[in-house]
Every structure is written in structure tokens, then in C-alpha cells.
């Protein structure tokens, strides 16, 4: 692959790592708002052991697993983009939302078990190779992108399902975060058409229809080699 279209491809997954889209009433999210507020799920289930243990155990599987991915992601990322949290000058909102407030919530806020030892261990490179950033991070949405697709709409099902509407109570606020995830998630995959060739297999999102919201990429056979 060429230094252009390289290079596209990687300002395309910068983009959704910075989610300058707007989310309606959400706001401008960004992939550390993301793990933030995936460790605040995991608390919360924390809180609810046996209702957790006893009818959905596979929600704390699925919290970490996400977690791994936004962690995968970012150690794929940033040691050519260091900033790739950093907002643009002209959101003043945003203007000190930095790496560094990523890694005071890894130390700070997770209170999940430590998978540090299952995370992707990438080999030392020359932070000025993007191509060797670019296949870093299709290694880890080759691994694991449909993976958290196919989870999360697992998860948002199980949410809507009436006859679980009291288990899930204690957590209802966080469709809108698991809707944010799969915004996320369908971006990423749509800013890496054309490299990421794996068949997807997710079910349909089953909330409120989000299309709208979603990034439009040009068409990767138009990008010149």
C-alpha cells in the first residue's frame, strides 16, 4: 500500500477515535469518553454480583472485552499519533481532553480484573512508519471489531427485553452508551472498507435507527495506490 492511501486510512480511524461527529443530544464522544463510561458499567454490574452471577454472567465478559479493544486500539495507535485523543483548537469545549487523562483512568477507574497480560503485544517500530501504525491497527479490528459488534448488540437486546426490564433496571441509562459503542464500532469498520475483509457476522442493531449519524467515506476503490 502506497504512503496516500495509507495515510488516508489512518486519518480516517483517527476521525473515529476523535468522533467529531454530532450526536444529537450526546455531544462530541471520543474513545476515551467511551472506556470511561465502560468503566462506570462495569462498576455498576459490580454492584449487583448475584443478579449478575445468577442471570447474565456474560455482561462482565462483555464489558472487558470492550475495554480490551479501546486499550488494543490505542496502544496500535499511539505511538505514531501520541495526540490521537486531543480535539481539534476549533472545539474549545474539548480543548484539554488529552492522552494523559486516558491512562489516569486506567489506573484510577478500572475496577475490573487486569487482562494486562492478554493484551496485543506489538513489536517496537519507528513511530514515523505509518504503514506500520496502519497494520497495527487492522490486527486489532481483524482480532476483534465484529466481535464487539455482534456483543454489543447482544447486550442492547437484552436490555430492551421486556421480561428483563426489572434485572436491568439498575443499568437502563446505559443504552445510550452501548447506542455510542456501536456508532463507534460501525464507523470504524466503514473507515477500514477495503482492508478489512473479514465476513461480518453481527445481528441488525436493534435500538433506534442511528444511520444518520454515521461517517461517510469515499468509496476505497477510488483511492489511488
Keep these: 500500500m502506497n504512503e496516500t492511501r495509507t495515510e488516508i486510512y489512518l486519518e480516517r480511524v483517527l476521525q473515529v477515535c476523535r468522533q467529531l461527529s454530532d450526536y444529537s443530544h450526546q455531544g462530541y464522544y471520543n474513545i476515551f469518553y467511551l472506556s470511561a463510561e465502560n468503566a462506570n458499567i462495569m462498576n455498576c454490574l459490580q454492584e449487583h454480583p448475584k443478579t449478575v452471577a445468577t442471570i447474565f454472567p456474560w455482561t462482565i465478559e462483555t464489558i472487558e472485552r470492550t475495554d480490551l479493544f479501546f486499550e488494543n486500539l490505542l496502544s496500535a495507535l499511539c505511538p505514531t499519533y501520541s495526540d490521537v485523543g486531543l480535539y481539534p483548537s476549533d472545539h474549545p469545549k474539548f480543548e484539554n481532553h488529552h492522552i494523559d487523562l486516558y491512562f489516569a483512568r486506567r489506573s484510577d477507574w478500572w475496577t475490573g480484573r487486569d ?7 506489538f513489536e517496537n517500530s519507528d513511530p514515523k512508519n505509518k504503514e506500520a501504525c496502519l497494520n497495527r491497527v ?3 479490528c481483524r482480532h476483534q471489531l465484529f466481535e464487539r459488534l455482534k456483543s454489543n448488540r447482544l447486550f442492547m437486546a ?3 427485553n421486556k421480561k428483563y426490564a426489572a434485572v436491568f433496571e439498575m443499568i437502563a441509562w446505559y443504552r445510550g452508551h452501548l447506542r455510542s459503542n456501536d456508532i463507534f464500532f ?5 473507515a477500514l472498507d477495503g482492508i478489512i475483509n473479514n465476513k461480518p457476522d453481527f445481528p441488525d442493531w436493534p435500538g433506534q435507527d442511528y444511520t444518520f449519524l454515521l461517517f461517510t467515506f469515499e468509496n476505497p476503490c477510488k483511492i489511488k495506490e
Excluded at 487482562?115 to 503485544?121: A, V
Excluded at 460501525?186 to 466503514?190: F, S
Design 115 to 121: 487482562y494486562s497480560h492478554e493484551l496485543i503485544k
Design 138 to 140: 487492522v490486527k486489532v
Design 158 to 160: 437484552a436490555l430492551m
Design 186 to 190: 460501525m464507523n470504524l469498520y466503514r
